[in-house]
């Protein structure tokens, strides 16, 4: 008995040694050995390594994602274009090459590997920085859409009605800037924060209250002449009356603005916000450019309202009351002209157009608390190019600042300080003409 169990228990052992290691037992077939062909990207990368996804944007059925593109091949070369590594994509569509760390590499694609029906659209080289210490992604272009470089001509005139959209809301602004100087000779550099009065006061009566858009911009319009009326009244009339100077007024526009914009900021946010209508709509194609139906709609209200303003200014009796005032303040007041009262029309008018600035700038791009400030250096520089204190001047400087600053970056500016052309024309322009090229020369002193 001993002796049968002694025996079955080593009979067991020597099966269990067997199977585990079965080579032993089968010495004549070999173990296979890993194929010096096979793919660098079937075996897992460990550490720093460019990973190559290839995917066909023009395979597989609509609505479903492209499919990945396997079986072709990627090299990966450093700066000294020595190979580095290389690898072919497995039925995902991804290579994974290792690679020393970080640094610069150019990674290839052998088109010769690509199916039939796949074609690379761009480059079979891209040149790669390496800034992260697992690696990059990349990715290459195959069946993609070619997309042609737009003419300069095209661009140029794309570039022109832009200017045109932007000169003409910046001629609202310069409108009620040049109105209120004209009358009252005080320079306000509180002026842009009525432009966020503006778009503030539309974006709080269409979403805040959930008004149409143009229900609500009318309704800013009028929030911005009762404004201007209520500073009038309030702070600007007992200044007046006070015999306080220019300068000093001037510098009391300038804390008017600060106080204003850190309420904006309090109350409003600091985040930049839409309204619930127009704010993105597809472009209608009209040959040479392309317009929206906002943009045609900002257009048209501020060439329409530009168009009744100097209608007042040159046919009504408000408007000879106006001139009167802004030629010779004394001389109308002595001819029984009630002068304050004019100064608060040209007020509530001023104030009113430059709100209906701001809503047009909020329906154009987004409401912000900084969007009047922003925008306060173009109105003062397009003032004083066109002549400070003349209606036209305003509108044509407006038109000159808004075209030179969208078409700046045609030729070499950079989008980011593409005021800065429009600047560097208003210092010529004063250089040579320093009334402005509507304005008057006049004697001081």
Known sequence: MRLRTAALFWVMTAGLVLLANPASAETTSPSPQPSASAPASDAPVSGAAIRVRLLDQKGGKAGDNPPPVPNVTVTVSDESDTEIGRGVTNDMGVAAIAIPGKGKYAVSIDESTLPAEVKLTGKKTLDVTVNLASGQNVAFPLNGEVVETTPFAERLVDSLISGVKYGLIIALAALGLSLIFGTTGLTNFSHGELITFGGVAAYLFNVTLGLPLLLAGVLAILAGGVFGWVQDRGLWRPLRNRGTGLIAMMIVSIGLGLLLRNLYQYFFGAGTRSYTEYTSQRAHDFGLFDLSDKEIAIMVIAAVAIGIVTTI???TRLGKAMRAVSDNPALSASSGMRVDGVISNVWILGTALTALAGVLLGVN????????????????AASVLGGLGTVWGAILGSLIIGIITEVGPLFGVPSS????????????????????ILGRAERIG
């Open 417 to 436: 300080i593409k005021e800065v052309g429009a600047l560097i024309v208003l210092i010529l322009i004063l250089l040579i003409r320093p009334q402005g």
């Open 365 to 380: 791009s987004q409401v912000n608390f900084m969007m009047g400030y922003q925008l306060l250096l173009m109105v003062f």
């Open 313 to 315: 200014m040159a046919r």
